[in-house]
C-alpha cells in the first residue's frame, strides 16, 4: 500500500465535471424514482389493508351486537320461566340449566369472535406484507 496521501487533481477538465455530475445526477434520479414508487405502493398497501379492516369491523361488531342480542333473548327467557315456576324446587332446577347452556353459548360466541378478529388482522395485514416482501426481497 502506498503511503502517499490522497490528492486532488490540480485541474479537472469541464468534460469531466460534467460527465461526473450528470453522472451522480442520473443515479440521483434512479434512486429517487425507485423511492418514489416504493412509497406510492407502500401508500396503497397501507390504504387497501385499512380498507380491509374497517370492513372486517363493520363485520365484527355485527357479529357482537347479534351476540349480544341473542344473550339478552336468553336471559328474558330464564327470567319468563322463572315467573311461570310454580315451586322453589322448579326455581332450583332452572338456575343450573340456564347457567349450563349460557356458559356453552358464551363459549361458541367467544370462540366465532375470536375467529373472525384473527381472520380479520390476517387480512388487513396482508397488503402491507406483499408490499414489504417486494420492497425487500429475502437475502439468499
Request: proline share 4%; hydrophobic share 40%.
Amino acid at each position: 500500500m502506498s503511503s502517499a496521501p490522497f490528492q486532488i487533481p490540480k485541474e479537472i477538465s469541464i468534460d469531466e465535471a460534467r460527465k461526473t455530475t450528470e453522472k451522480g445526477l442520473a443515479q440521483s434520479r434512479a434512486a429517487f424514482e425507485k423511492f418514489n414508487a416504493a412509497a406510492k405502493e407502500t401508500y396503497a398497501s397501507i390504504d387497501s389493508g385499512a380498507s380491509i379492516a374497517a370492513k372486517g369491523l363493520s363485520e365484527f361488531n355485527a357479529k357482537a351486537f347479534e351476540a349480544f342480542q341473542a344473550n339478552t333473548a336468553m336471559t328474558f327467557d330464564f327470567f319468563s320461566a322463572l315467573t311461570g315456576s310454580k315451586s322453589v324446587s322448579d326455581i332450583i332446577a332452572l338456575a343450573p340449566a340456564h347457567a349450563s347452556k349460557q356458559f356453552q353459548v358464551l363459549k361458541d360466541q367467544t370462540k366465532d369472535l375470536s375467529s373472525l378478529a384473527q381472520k380479520i388482522v390476517k387480512e388487513s395485514a396482508e397488503p402491507l406484507k406483499s408490499a414489504i416482501g417486494k420492497t425487500f426481497p429475502p437475502q439468499a
